[in-house]
């Protein structure tokens, strides 16, 4: 007569079982939390991770950079500017972290004690701090307000400061450029700023309502979120500016020798951490099988004894696998646990949070990946089991 | 179906056995356990087998309870030959047919007295609503439902082998099988035991049958057949 179903019995008791024998599988449990874990900070935080790397790397050499340029070809052909459309049109275009619009002009002067003197300017936007990832060495930079205000203050890049006021402190000093007085807000210097230490920068609004002659924007910074981004970015960009105004002067600058070593570089750091992520579920689920042949070893008496009272091959076999999968789901929860401590940490570090649904994707995918891992390992063991002999595992004991 | 007195097999052979014999190789030659070993055994009936050591005791009753396997021979449960049985009707004749009480081992240490008799029940597939009353009634003929939420191992020997035999008893199997089943008992929780076995007699269609070595509890069986160098006599 066919016997009722028993698998909820079954798991019970393998349920039973894991808590009963918690401290023999303690390591194992850790070592699939702590791969579970790993595995969802990676996913969680990864592009944030990957997102300030790209801002650290870019320090060195702008690979996450594109410039964007009309280029008029030669000096009798009419000069072409961005259109406000076209500029908005790129700031949303996916994968784009911030846009900037710069105007510029060489030779214009200052005049201070000794006489005038001479150097170039930016006419930018608020975002071209950003947008180049430069820190002030002194005061701070100007802003969008300042941008829309028109106010006159400019930043000056440490060499320009030190020639027009010496070793004195620039900021809030009084600045002369073409014969307009600037206040000075701050002071741009570092490794990454290059030659612009020999700028001055303004707002590009004021730049074109009181420096004389300057030519319309026809440049444009674009920072991608990622280094993965920039490839679409620049490839997408001539369809934008296309769709919105007549031009057949756009030129576009990749440094993609950067970008080509930044992205290798990422990606071995990336496969790395993949690497023992997986490598420690592995072992995790060697864990899991060791730990499930010891315990089929130790509990021969158990196994002969409920075969002796009418246990089936298939009822051992699918208690010691249930006990496997509730072994590694089990881990995998806390490892669930642990990630979101992690996750939580790691947004307070980097001051960006992932989104909840990712973290619940990650956790589900853990979940499913850890009853494949328990299933997988504990199989052998649980074969094992179930074929034993009867009299054979009771006789042992 | 397996409520008491209802099989309706009184006085008729409850397990037959027909010139059973077991060799196995040890790696030197063959060794004989059992040589056609001849056994008839009645419902309402206690047996109890004796011999010396190595005699091929605990080799019959695993053979009788389809732990193992003859070499050869016959062995018919209510006239079925379930020597043909595959393993998986072997587990089920082990949870229908058969209750086992051993010498040690017993009972799963982890688990409480519930627990361990619970575990017949849910391979026989009982519904979960049915099994406590099943097993207050079967530790009750042990006297024993106090310890009902006892783990296993904080019971004495003695407690280990009632609840044994009320996890024996708690399918209402045909035949209670008992290797040695006092033999890590003093004398008083022996005699214990053995009226519980005495107690399952009651019931007219249920049959004991103990390997011992101790004639005292020999004395308390219905027929004592003596196993010799694989040989079975009537004493």
Redesign the interface.
């Known amino acids: 007569m066919p ?4 698998f909820f ?2 798991l019970r ?1 393998s349920i ?2 894991v808590i ?2 918690r401290r023999r599988y303690l390591g194992v449990i850790l070592a699939v939390a702590l791969g579970t874990a790993g595995f969802i900070v990676i996913i969680t935080m990864g592009t944030d991770v990957k997102k300030d790397l790209n801002r650290d790397l870019d320090l060195l050499g702008g690979a996450t950079l594109i410039r964007a340029y009309l280029d008029a070809g030669h000096k009798y052909s009419k000069i072409q500017q961005f259109q406000p459309e076209t500029v908005d049109a790129l700031r949303a275009l996916p994968g784009i972290e911030a846009v900037s619009e710069i105007v510029s002009r060489p030779a214009v002067s200052s005049s201070v004690q000794k006489g005038r003197v001479g150097f170039s300017f930016v006419g930018a936007d608020g975002s071209f701090w950003d947008v180049n990832s430069f820190t002030p060495i002194k005061g701070s930079f100007f802003n969008a307000e300042d941008v829309s205000q028109k106010r006159r203050v400019c930043v000056l890049g440490s060499d320009l400061a030190l020639r027009i006021f010496g070793d004195a402190d620039p900021v809030g000093r009084t600045c002369w450029i073409e014969n307009e007085q600037y206040r000075v807000k701050g002071v741009l210097g570092g490794v990454a700023v290059g030659d612009l230490i020999g700028f001055a920068f303004i707002p590009i609004t004021t730049a074109q309502e009181y420096i004389p002659g300057l030519p319309p924007p026809q440049k444009i910074y674009i920072r991608c979120t990622s280094w993965d981004d920039v490839k679409k970015v620049a490839d997408a960009i001539p369809d934008v500016v296309h769709r919105h105004q007549l031009t057949d002067s756009l030129r576009i600058e990749v440094r993609w020798e950067e970008l080509k070593r930044v992205q290798s570089m990422a990606w071995w750091v990336e496969l790395f951490v993949y690497f023992a992520t997986v490598a420690t579920l592995i072992l995790g689920g060697f864990g899991i099988w060791n730990g499930m042949m010891a315990t089929v070893k130790t509990r021969k ?2 196994i ?10 298939r ?1 051992i076999l699918a208690q010691f696998l249930v006990e496997a999968v509730c072994l590694s789901f089990t881990s995998a929860l806390l490892g669930g646990v642990l990630g979101r401590g992690a996750m939580e940490i790691g947004s307070y570090l980097l001051k960006s949070r992932p989104h909840d649904t990712l973290f619940f994707v990650c956790v589900g995918m853990a979940l499913l990946f850890s009853l494949a891992l328990g299933a997988g390992a504990g199989l052998y063991p649980s074969l094992r089991a179930s074929r034993m ?3 054979n595992a ?1 006789r042992d ?1 | 179906m397996n409520s008491n007195s209802s099989y309706g097999y009184e006085n008729i052979s409850l397990i037959q056995v027909e010139g059973l014999t077991h060799t196995y190789d040890n790696g030197t030659g063959p060794v004989v356990v059992l040589q056609g070993v001849r056994l008839g055994i009645q419902m309402g009936e206690m047996v109890a087998i004796m011999g010396p050591s190595g005699s091929g005791k605990s080799t019959l009753l695993s053979i009788l309870g389809l732990l193992m396997i003859p070499t050869a021979g016959s062995y018919t449960v209510l006239g079925r030959d379930v020597l043909k049985f595959d393993r998986s009707s072997q587990a089920s004749f082990r949870r229908t047919y058969a209750g086992f009480v051993f010498q040690r081992c017993n009972l799963v240490d982890t688990c409480s007295v519930y627990e361990n008799l619970e575990f017949p029940l849910i391979y026989a597939g009982v519904k979960r609503s049915e099994r406590p009353a099943k097993i207050q009634d079967a530790l009750a003929r042990v006297n024993m439902t106090h310890r009902l939420h006892h783990r296993a191992n904080q019971l004495s020997g003695g407690e280990q082998q009632r609840v044994a035999i009320a996890r024996a008893l708690v399918n209402s199997p045909l035949i209670v099988l008992a290797d040695e089943p006092t033999g890590q008992l003093d004398r008083m929780h022996g005699e214990l035991v053995m009226d519980h076995f005495e107690q399952i007699l009651s019931d007219k269609d249920k049959a004991v049958l103990i390997v011992t070595h101790d004639p005292h509890v020999a004395s308390r069986c219905t027929r004592v057949c003596l196993l010799e160098d694989g040989v079975l006599k009537p004493n």
């Open positions: 016997r009722k179903p028993i019995d079954i008791i039973h079982q009963m024998q008496a158990e002969g004894l409920k075969k002796a009272i009418g246990a089936e091959d009822d002999e009867v009299l009771i004991e």
